[in-house]
């Protein structure tokens, strides 16, 4: 699976922006698919990941309730609507493809795509 990542940009705090991952290959449908980013100095963390038919999603508690994922399998598309966004968002954001168990960590994905930078200015 390839991954391509775009949307990404800068914004205002409160903003809104919406990333979208393409993915090419076949087999992309029975992937779990997740987003993760990477602010400068810091490790790349987990923010939110689908299951692969869509119906479970999981997000990090600091982006609850802002932050919402969402896949089409028919297009091999996954999107990541951002609302209400922080300076603390800012970010290089990742998807990643899952072929089962580790959500969470960075492990359990076999796939990157290369990764679009968020700003969010104060």
């Known amino acids: 699976v390839q991954l391509q990542a775009s949307g990404g940009g800068l914004v205002q705090t409160g903003g809104s922006l919406r990333l979208s991952c393409a993915a090419s290959?076949?087999?992309?449908?029975?992937?779990?698919m997740g987003w993760f980013r990477q602010a400068p100095g810091k490790e790349r963390e987990f923010v939110t990941t689908?299951?692969?038919?869509?119906?479970?999603?999981y997000y990090a508690d600091s982006v609850k309730g802002r932050l919402t994922i969402s896949r089409d399998n028919a297009k091999n598309t996954v999107t990541l609507q951002m609302n209400s966004l922080k300076p603390e968002d800012t970010a290089v954001y990742y998807c990643?493809?899952?072929?089962?168990?580790?959500?969470?960590?960075?492990?359990?994905?076999?796939?990157w795509g290369q990764g679009t930078l968020v700003t969010v200015s104060s």
């Open positions: 689908i299951t692969w038919r869509g119906g479970v999603t």
């Open positions: 990643a493809a899952n072929p089962g168990g580790g959500l969470y960590s960075v492990e359990g994905y076999d796939y």
């Open positions: 290959g076949r087999t992309f449908s029975i992937y779990n």
